[in-house]
């Protein structure tokens, strides 16, 4: 009982549930709003005036956040999006002026270069950049327990990171974070405290702590959503280094407040912060052993057209 009363506790004092309170609620609530016009945007049957509430709503938090805090990426995605949804107004009888004053008194203010509402694409570009065997590359994937004492190159790390934000996650709020470790003492200190690492822990090239920052939701009902967006995060990261030609395994956190309490005070991690899992990694051996049990059948994991019944 005195864990899941504190999960409550942290869920209430860190999401926006009844106000903005943080900087990281005013983001989430941006990237709300962006992403309600963006959808709305890319839809077929898209019709002017769409979301002009939503709209009026991100421009109004758009100058507060500048307001408060500073003009950054989190605002040139905003104003890139209010460029679009003005630009496919424009030939409509709207009041869109509070909209286009926002975007105008902070546009001159970023350079990033960073994009926003919607584009156009074909399905031969999806097919061409994306055409691979995934299958043969998630069977080729394996839990690892055995590395080559050799520094994991940086770039690797990164652009793994960079294939973790590209999973799916709820109106694109991008709450997950990667918090990584590569010196052999910081692993030892960090493996520690989780219970799934013996026999290869000292082999890590490095040690990563998957988290979702609860301060990007809002409602009750989406208490556990940082579970879903932090698990596929941490998945699209191990098929990251698996795509780099690194070994990792996944290393589970299901653990006590107290032992939880214990990460934190030793990493700085904070209480916002919900940790999904750890992933360890590291350079792949010349020759190593792998478990092979088989997957279950596939008409275990796939229903396909059950009948469905009257929702009455």
């Known amino acids: 009982m005195s864990n899941t009363l504190r999960d409550a506790r942290r869920f209430w004092r860190a999401s926006f549930t009844g106000a903005a309170k943080s900087r990281e609620n005013l983001r989430a609530r941006i990237a709300i709003g962006l992403h309600f016009l963006e959808y709305g945007l890319a839809l077929e049957g898209a019709r002017p005036g769409h979301g002009l509430e939503k709209a009026l709503q991100l421009a109004a938090d758009i100058d507060t956040y500048v307001d408060n805090f500073a003009c950054d990426a989190t605002v040139e995605i905003a104003l890139r999006t209010l ?44 097919r061409h950049d994306g055409m691979m065997d995934f299958l043969k590359f ?33 109106c694109n709020r991008q709450t997950c974070r990667a918090r990584v470790w590569t010196d052999p003492a910081d692993i030892a200190k960090i493996a520690a405290l989780q219970n799934g690492n013996r026999g290869f822990g000292d082999q890590l090239g490095g040690i990563a ?5 609860l301060a990007h939701w809002e ?94």
């Not at 909209?99 to 203010?109: A, C």
């Not at 994009?115 to 074909?122: L, N, Q, Y």
């Not at 702590?209 to 920052?213: A, N």
């Open 83 to 126: 460029q679009n949804y003005l630009a496919f107004n424009a030939a409509a009888d709207l009041d869109l002026g509070e909209i286009s004053t926002v975007v105008t008194r902070h546009i001159g203010k970023v350079t990033g270069g960073l994009s926003g509402g919607v584009e156009t694409v074909t399905a031969d570009q999806i």
């Open 209 to 213: 702590i998957i988290t979702s920052d």
């Open 138 to 170: 998630a069977e080729a994937r394996h839990s690892i327990r055995t590395y080559k004492q050799e520094p994991v190159p940086k770039g690797a790390i990164e652009r793994a990171v960079r294939c973790a934000q590209q999973s799916p996650s709820s």
């Open 219 to 312: 409602h009750a009902h989406e208490r556990y959503q940082a579970w879903v967006d932090g698990g596929m995060f941490a998945m699209s990261f191990a098929y990251g280094l698996h795509a780099e030609g690194l070994g990792a395994v996944m290393l589970n956190w299901s653990v006590t407040h107290d032992q939880d309490d214990r990460l934190r005070h030793l990493t700085g991690l904070p209480e916002s912060e919900l940790v999904i899992t750890m992933v360890g990694f590291g350079v792949l051996p010349d020759q190593l052993r792998v478990p092979v049990s088989q997957r279950k059948p596939v008409d275990y994991a796939l229903t396909l057209d059950a009948p469905l019944h009257s929702s009455e």
